[in-house]
């Protein structure tokens, strides 16, 4: 599928601040992935839709969680994780993404997962640094991202950890599991 298709589609999805997102987190995916060597056009396409459920209601996120066999913990924790399992279903069966690499880099983008392949890397990233975003920390992990891969993914998983439990949020367990996979890897 060409930019301009996917742009159109995901663009009926979303509004206009969440559409600036995305073609932040595209333009920034595709700089990451010529970077390290990932396809760029998968990188391309899996950020443009990375945030295609972001609009969807808690009960229909919820009746797919359900319907699909997805991991029913997720339910036990904020719905602001189930955008991102729920877009890679939508994306598959709405769009007809059918490349398992582009939808497990949307399903992971939120919590991130254990051995996260180059491609979920990238869009995690990518998410989490493109231009419009600013908060505290952002700068560091823009300039680790440029750098180390792994080192920007493990200080934005520390950032988000750390932003969660300073708002007395639970934390997934898979957003601790990335962390810990991380943690070991960079010893
Ligand atoms: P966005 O969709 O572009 O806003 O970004 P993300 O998909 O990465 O994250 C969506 C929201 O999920 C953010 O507000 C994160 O802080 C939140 N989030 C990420 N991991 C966790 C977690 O483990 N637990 C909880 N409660 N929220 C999380
Ligand atoms: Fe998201
Ligand atoms: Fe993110
Ligand atoms: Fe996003």
């Known amino acids: ?9 995901v663009r009926t999805q979303l509004k206009e601040q969440r559409y600036i997102h995305t073609l932040g987190v595209m333009e920034t995916a595709i700089e990451l992935a010529k970077l390290y060597g ?3 056009q998968k990188a391309e396409l899996a950020a443009i839709f990375h945030d295609y459920a972001k609009f969807r209601t808690k009960e229909e996120m919820k009746r797919i969680i359900i319907e699909q ?8 924790y904020s719905p602001e994780l189930w955008h991102a399992p729920v877009g890679a ?5 709405e769009v007809g993404i059918q490349d398992e690499d582009i939808l497990q880099a949307i399903r992971y983008h939120t919590s991130g997962r254990p051995n996260m392949t180059l491609l979920e890397k990238i869009v995690y ?9 600013s908060f505290p920390g952002v700068d560091e992990v823009r300039a680790l991202a440029r750098e180390h891969l792994d080192r920007a993914l493990f200080r934005a998983l520390q950032n988000t950890i750390q932003f969660l439990m300073d708002k007395r949020e639970p934390i ?14 960079l010893k």
């Open 38 to 40: 990932a396809d760029v």
């Open 1 to 9: 599928m060409k930019r301009e298709e996917a742009l159109a589609i």
């Open 172 to 185: 997934y367990p898979d957003t601790f599991h990335t962390y810990n996979d991380i943690a070991k890897k």
């Open 125 to 133: 990233i990518a998410d989490y640094i493109e231009p419009n975003r």
């Open 89 to 93: 279903y939508l994306v598959q069966t």
């Open 69 to 76: 066999h997805m991991p029913q913990d997720l339910l036990a």
